[in-house]
């Protein structure tokens, strides 16, 4: 049936500007196959980003991968699928019937499905029978790597590139290397052989920065934890923050042993989050530096710890890889959905420091960063990441190394240190910036038992009003004393001031895209992407400077926006629109756009 | 001239003591917050090594009113646990001392108790076990007995949870059951709980004299006293002093080598207890719970099991005493780390 369909030739060569999706099932060890093609491309200095769609399932499920190559560095999910791959006999008929006309199917033709689309190009491949004569008893896995063969025949992948991510996905596995280019080969040659088509859609080899690679944002943050010096590492398995933790625990032998093989850094498996909450606080109560990483769920379970952490004044690191809430929600798909949870995170009056970074490398710059301001302000610091960044690849040049030493904050280690204290209480404010100083266990430097009940400027216990309402009105003014120490946002500014987009987070990686298709219709914005809770003073000026600013976020309702809107002064409040939008999948940069567009003609209208 | 007593750290007693206690006029829990004065004097533990730690609720109140010079953390309802292991873990050099409710640590950080024991974190874990929730007015806790009456209300028709047979059977490496009004007993328990490295829970019946310590009330002063089945007599005699007074009992004993070279002297009463075998210990307790009464004493030791900090293969320094050359890896590492991914 391929053949028939296969007889149609493109017109004119699109080179790296195409979207392939790739329809597997979930356990197959397609994600293998995925990414030697994602690698091979970037291998040849293509810009292209994976997405992995996959679902919460160990095996069996459906799962697909979206790879995009796009020379001008779009990194979102394009708008169409040119080349469809189809693995999967469960989803067969919905991933072919959804196509539109022209697209590219390659499809294994042992499942023994029809392609019934005259009007796209079906290209069929007995993939499961040709691995079974490579690796009779891995055909099930082997299978997936035919499909690399004939895209990297129709979008003419270099075979060096091939090989170089083969190597580098199966790492010093030689048997492994050599059976998976044997089956790529062979994919290659069959398409050449059997397929009379010509794909519209090509790889062309750009000069390749040799410096950059792709990393996934969890292992960038892991890695940014190692250099800030975590001490102790609690966390509770949930997706997506699992392979933050797992990163973390297997960089350590490498990078935080001491000269006799001794850990620096403690991993416990804690029993639950509230377990791996309360860790971090004893940690950091210590003394030293400790972090958890989690995701929705575990924050709502932590939350009770985190107002602890702000009362009792104790500083930690807890990083939230977004997933799709409410409740369980869809947990293997991405949102910015925590974003209000973390900043006003337990009971009472409570405000926290939230860092977002937009990037792998922000990633592991907040990765050390966030420990420097938990124990400069003495408080519990979050880390908002996503599903889509965490667990995605991104291109970096490679992660700086710290440029500041430890800041290890207000911390009394000497009596000479102590005596030059006047008037010390471990919730006074001896110098007029909200942060009081604090002596460690084992010290023997004046103690207190720390509490979460009221307590004076000394640490004692007390329910008298006055001190209750000055305890909260210092702590008021450390966190935002915060404001202008954390990263500041990234603005880029056009002349004409009409429009202003405030975005955060993964949505850096959109928002290229989402400029261009404003631009399109001859509309102009100006970005500035929030690097931090709470917002720093530029936030407030670049919305002033602005006619009509649009809050552009991945949730339902707006949570920057209502943020936005508490804190700004209240005649900023008419210039700023929500556009906020989520349905789980990773943002395409159409949808967002269109829907920009809609609210500003409300706006006008 | 007054004569000063000191420790041997050439302490006197007032170092260890705290703030003045709020709770009720006769409360078991000030009781046991002598005790661990005494010991942790007797003992001559330096009070800036001690870490006090608790949850929320009367017991945890206590750490205010005992070792004034040792910091500590009044943490939430039953987490107390996984602060101390977060501390723990960062300086394993503190001694901690925690003391913890029934309704803390059989109900709402139930789960934390018992993963605690499953690392053995190296503490002292005191539960002052009243059977009822005090700073709430007296409702019924889930360790208090079937049968047993509060002053107000109904007798609980609930099974009780038994913290030392749940912690005998996660392996727990130290058990000892007391009653707040056996100085004697209590003392040497928690003076050899100190001595120990791992977990030392210490169940101690502590009466509540305001809601539950009518006659009715099975952790009634009165009941407890009458119905205290003990298992031995036991006189703990510290490594620096082996010379210390101890009255030599006349029939069977045994002695206990503890962590720190300190010795628990053991003298049998009469029962068959055999401190070693989780299964004897079980025994007692159940026996005990079947008549109604309590087994006080040490229901289990066991010295081999692997402490929380042992089985993680930690740097031999404490991570908080740790350089920050120590911490953050080098540059050259980090180029290292880039190179990596590049190829």
Request: with cysteine; hydrophobic share 35%; charged share 25%.
């Amino acid at each position: 049936m391929g053949s028939a369909l296969g007889k149609k030739r493109a017109m004119g060569r699109i080179a790296n500007d195409f979207v392939i999706n790739v329809a597997t099932a979930n356990g197959t060890g397609s994600q293998s196959s995925n990414l030697i093609i994602l690698h091979s491309m970037f291998e040849m200095g293509v810009p292209v980003s994976g997405k992995n769609l996959f679902p919460s399932n160990i095996s069996g499920l459906p799962t697909w991968f979206i790879i995009r190559a796009s020379d001008r560095g779009y990194q979102a999910p394009g708008d169409s699928t040119n080349i469809q791959v189809v693995m999967n006999k469960d989803t067969w008929a919905e991933d072919i019937e959804k196509l539109e006309p022209g697209t590219v199917v390659v499809f294994n033709e042992d499942v023994r499905l029809p392609v019934d689309r005259e009007d796209c190009v079906a290209l069929g491949m007995p993939m499961t029978k040709m691995a079974r004569g490579v690796a009779p008893k891995l055909a099930r896995l082997m299978c997936n790597m035919y499909y690399v063969g004939a895209l990297a025949h129709l979008l003419e992948i270099e075979e060096g590139a091939i090989n170089k991510a083969v190597a580098s996905q199966f790492k010093g596995k030689e048997k492994a290397i050599e059976l998976n280019i044997q089956a790529i080969s062979e994919g290659r040659a069959y398409a050449k052989e059997n397929w009379d088509f010509e794909s519209q859609f090509c790889v062309e080899a750009r000069e390749k920065d040799p410096a950059t690679y792709l990393i996934e944002g969890n292992e960038a943050t892991a890695l940014g934890a190692i250099y800030g010096g975590i001490n102790m590492l609690s966390w509770y398995p949930i997706t997506p923050s699992s392979s933050l933790a797992e990163s973390i625990i297997g960089w350590i032998p490498e990078l935080r042993s001491d000269d006799s093989g001794g850990s620096t850094c403690a991993v416990i498996q804690a029993e639950d989050e509230l377990a791996a909450a309360g860790m971090v606080i004893g940690a950091g109560w210590a003394g030293g530096r400790g972090m958890t990483c989690t995701s929705g769920p575990g924050i709502s379970l932590m939350s009770e710890f985190i107002g602890l952490s702000y009362f009792a004044e104790v500083p930690g690191v807890i990083w939230d890889v977004n997933r799709v809430g409410p409740s369980t929600g869809l947990p293997t798909r991405t949102q910015q959905g925590d974003l209000t949870l973390l900043y006003e995170a337990s009971h009472g009056d409570t405000q926290h420091i939230v860092l977002i970074p937009g990037t792998v490398d922000e990633c592991f710059e907040y990765g050390w960063k966030a420990f420097d301001y938990a124990e400069r302000f003495q408080t519990m610091v979050f880390g908002f990441s996503d599903l889509d960044l965490g667990m995605n690849r991104w291109e970096t040049a490679g992660f700086q190394y710290p440029d500041s030493p430890m800041d290890r904050g207000k911390v009394i280690r000497t009596q000479e240190e102590m005596d030059s204290i006047e008037n010390y209480g471990r919730y006074r404010d001896v110098d007029g910036d909200g942060i009081p100083y604090r002596t460690l266990p084992g010290s023997g430097l004046d103690p207190i038992l720390y509490r979460g009940t009221g307590h004076d400027e000394d640490g004692v216990y007390s329910e008298n009003p006055q001190v209750y309402h000055d305890a909260m009105a210092r702590l008021r003014v450390k966190i935002d004393g915060a404001r202008s120490q954390l990263p500041p946002p990234v603005i880029r500014e056009e002349e004409d001031k009409e429009v202003g987009v405030i975005f955060y987070g993964s949505m850096e990686n959109t928002i290229v895209e989402i400029d261009d298709i404003l631009e399109e219709t001859g509309l102009s914005v100006s970005t500035c992407r929030v690097r931090a809770l709470p917002l720093h003073p530029e936030i407030e000026e670049f919305i002033n400077r602005h006619e009509k600013t649009i809050v552009l976020e991945i949730n339902r309702d707006g949570q920057m926006y209502g943020i936005l809107r508490r804190e700004v002064p209240a005649e900023l409040v008419p210039k700023m629109h929500s556009v906020a939008y989520s349905d789980g999948m990773p943002p395409r940069a159409r949808v967002y756009a269109e829907k920009i567009l809609e609210v500003l003609n409300e706006v006008d209208a | 001239m007054t004569v000063l007593k000191l420790n041997v750290l050439e302490l006197e007693k007032s170092e260890y003591t705290g703030g003045k206690s709020s709770l009720c006029p006769g409360c078991g829990h000030d009781q046991i917050s002598n005790v661990i004065i005494q010991s942790a004097w007797e003992n001559g533990i330096p009070p800036e090594g001690i870490a006090k730690m608790s949850g929320i609720g009367c017991s945890s109140k206590t750490p205010a009113y005992f070792l004034g010079k040792s910091h500590g953390f009044n943490t939430v309802h039953g987490r107390m646990p996984s602060v101390t292991t977060g501390a723990n873990m960062v300086n394993k050099d503190l001694s901690f001392i925690a003391v913890s409710g029934d309704g803390d640590t059989a109900s709402i950080g139930i789960g934390q108790f018992v993963h605690a024991i499953r690392r053995n974190l190296d503490m002292v874990y005191i539960i002052e076990n009243n059977g009822v929730y005090g700073l709430t007015k007296g409702q019924y806790s889930a360790t208090v007995e079937k049968g047993s009456k509060k002053k107000k209300g109904s007798t609980n028709q609930q099974a009780p949870i038994d913290l030392c047979a749940m912690a005998i059977n996660l392996g727990c490496s130290f058990v000892a059951r007391s009653f707040s009004g056996s100085k004697k007993q209590l003392t040497a328990l928690i003076r050899a709980a100190m001595s120990h490295r791992g977990m030392a829970v210490i169940d101690v019946i502590s009466p509540c004299v305001t809601f539950a310590n009518n006659d009715e009330s099975y952790r009634s002063y009165n009941y407890v006293k009458d119905n205290d089945e003990v298992l031995h007599i036991l006189d703990y005699i510290p490594h620096f002093s082996p010379l210390e007074e101890v009255e030599v009992p006349e029939g069977e004993f045994g002695e206990i080598s503890l962590f720190d070279g300190s010795t628990l002297r053991i003298e049998t009463v009469g029962s068959d207890h055999d401190h070693t075998d989780a299964v004897s210990a079980l025994t007692a307790i159940h026996k005990a719970e079947k008549g109604e009464r309590h087994v006080t004493g040490l229901l289990y030791y066991d010295p081999e099991v692997p402490t929380a900090t042992d089985s993680l293969n930690l740097s031999e320094t404490p991570l908080v005493g740790l350089s920050e050359e120590m911490m953050r890896p080098s540059e050259d590492s980090l180029k290292g780390v880039n190179d990596r991914f590049r190829t």
